[in-house]
């Protein structure tokens, strides 16, 4: 797995990933992930990734057409008179 906090993700770490994604566990004695375990997790993030980008549509959509959540005043706005 790779190093948490941010640090950068090797080729082999993200293969590391994908293979997760395809079932592959990992343990000590398993062998390399193969082809169609990498082909399913590969499908996996896909999906993933068209699910976000969707939603990310949807939602910038929602905040344009005035229709999304109401957004908070920072301050509350009094008037004295």
Do not use: C, F
Not at 46 to 73: C, E, F, Y
């Amino acid at each position: 797995m790779p190093a948490p906090g941010g640090a950068e993700l090797t080729l082999g770490d993200a293969v590391l990933l994908v293979a997760y994604l395809g079932g592959y566990q990992g343990r000590r004695q398993d062998p390399p992930p193969g082809s169609r375990t990498m082909w399913i997790g590969w499908s996996r993030l896909q999906d993933m990734a068209l699910g976000a980008a969707m939603m990310r549509n949807h939602l910038i959509s929602k905040i344009h057409s005035g229709t999304g959540p109401p957004r908070a005043s920072p301050l509350p706005v009094t008037v004295s008179e």
